[in-house]
């Protein structure tokens, strides 16, 4: 996918000044509108995302995303912070790198970005799991992170990582939602198939960790697993009225198989917003999505019927310049995750603007004393907790609903 603007190879990282081209591992750079802000001097923000790999579907939704935050921040079109130039009349320019969503690559990833490429900023690593090797490196080195990925520990702990923020989705926001939606369904025993990995795991833990409910059977399954049968027949031997798959990836649509060819799929099944998207669609078809609800959707990009525009006013302008930007209508691309890419960029692009300064200590400061409207909602971060999304910004949608990039709140 190109942005149209002229192009020359740079090496193995995509370097773009208010664009980016991507394309596997070529790079590119293209020079912002003249007069807009000036790139002579950018302010450097480097991106960590899935290109490759089994997640890769993560990086052809957030990337198309944070580059039209740079386009926006460049031009001065903004809607939450209409008239900017750049960062302090500088352009920004994004070096994006492919982490394969591995975490071992993601931390050379960010690496490369501190270090070789001294970036201002850092977004991303994009998951829970490549989340971790990223936080010692940008948190020694003093530079400011925003993470589109739900790993709690990240935000919890300012003390240990001062610079890194999530205005994203965590377990511990997440889970609530989940626990409500199977009270909602009316579940008493839910079952549940956990991928082994460090989402999965942590959101298992989250979720029988409580006493609203008894869990009928709990199987733990090796990432790569290409037949679930047998797991999803124990599952289904241990006559649950509901399930959590917490899978993503290749590994959620060889669960969702699995559970159509056991014809469970009269049985309410729960799983991560990654469900809602076109490939698994596509990949299991309708049928293999009935009575599945994915978890984590941003309310304000949801809709509460068959059809029309996302509910939130934000969203909406973000759904109509989305559209316009990437030249699809309808959009393929899936909206919630998209909004999430582009509230890990807008906001510190605000706070540096705000604070005057590219100083991570000033910036830090400022968002720890002052809200920011993001698409998901008011972002309220504080010295206590670098935490940004709450509860009851979250809501669950039908996986199969998605029309347009918008997807149908379930309730």
């Known amino acids: 996918m190109t942005t149209g603007r002229t192009a020359f190879s ?9 664009a980016i081209v991507t394309g596997g591992t070529a790079a590119s750079f293209a020079s912002a509108p003249p007069g807009a802000c000036d790139d002579n001097d950018p302010v450097k923000v480097g991106v960590s995302v899935p290109l490759t790999g089994p997640i890769a579907s993560y990086g052809d939704t957030f990337v198309p995303a944070i580059e039209l935050a740079i386009e926006q921040a460049n031009t001065g079109t903004i809607p939450a912070y209409p008239g900017s130039s750049g960062i302090l009349g500088r352009c920004l320019e994004l070096i994006v790198k492919d982490d394969a969503g591995d975490p071992t690559q993601a931390a050379q990833v960010v690496r490369q970005l501190v270090y070789e490429n001294e970036v201002d900023f850092v977004v991303g690593p994009s998951s829970s799991s490549t989340v971790g090797g990223s936080l010692d490196i940008v948190n020694n080195e003093g530079v400011i992170q925003f993470v589109p990925a739900g790993l709690d520990a990240a935000g919890d702990d300012p003390e240990t990582y001062p610079y890194t923020f999530v205005p994203a989705v965590t377990i511990n926001r997440l889970a609530p939602t989940w626990v409500d939606y199977l009270q909602e369904l009316g579940s008493e025993r839910p079952a549940l198939l956990v991928i082994n990995f460090q989402l999965g795991l942590e959101s298992r833990d989250a979720i029988i960790n409580n006493d609203l409910f008894e869990v009928a059977a709990v199987e733990v399954v090796e ?9 999803m027949q124990r599952l289904q031997d241990a006559d649950p009225d509901a399930m959590l798959v917490l899978a993503t990836g290749a590994d959620l649509i060889a669960a969702l198989h699995a559970r159509e060819a056991l014809r469970m799929t009269d049985l309410p099944a729960i799983s991560f917003i990654g469900t809602a998207t076109q490939g698994v669609l596509d990949a299991v078809g309708e049928a293999g999505l009935e009575n599945v609800y994915a978890g984590q959707a941003i309310k304000s990009c949801t809709r509460t019927g068959e ?13 109509a310049a989305l559209k316009e930007f990437v030249g699809e209508d309808p959009l393929t691309l899936n909206l919630a995750n998209a909004s999430l890419a582009y509230d890990a960029t807008i906001p510190m692009i605000i706070a540096a603007n705000e604070a005057n300064s590219l100083d991570p200590d000033d910036v830090k400061a400022w968002l720890e004393a002052n809200p920011v409207e993001a698409i998901v909602g008011t972002l309220q971060f504080s010295p206590e907790s670098h935490l940004g999304v709450l509860p009851e910004y979250l809501t669950m949608v039908l996986a199969a609903s998605q029309s347009d990039g918008v997807l149908t709140a379930s309730s």
């Open 307 to 319: 059809d029309g525009p996302p509910r939130g006013e934000l969203c909406a302008a973000f759904h």
């Open 10 to 18: 740079l090496g193995s990282a995509l370097v773009v000044c208010g």
């Open 223 to 231: 990432p790569g697993t290409t037949d679930m049968t047998a797991a």
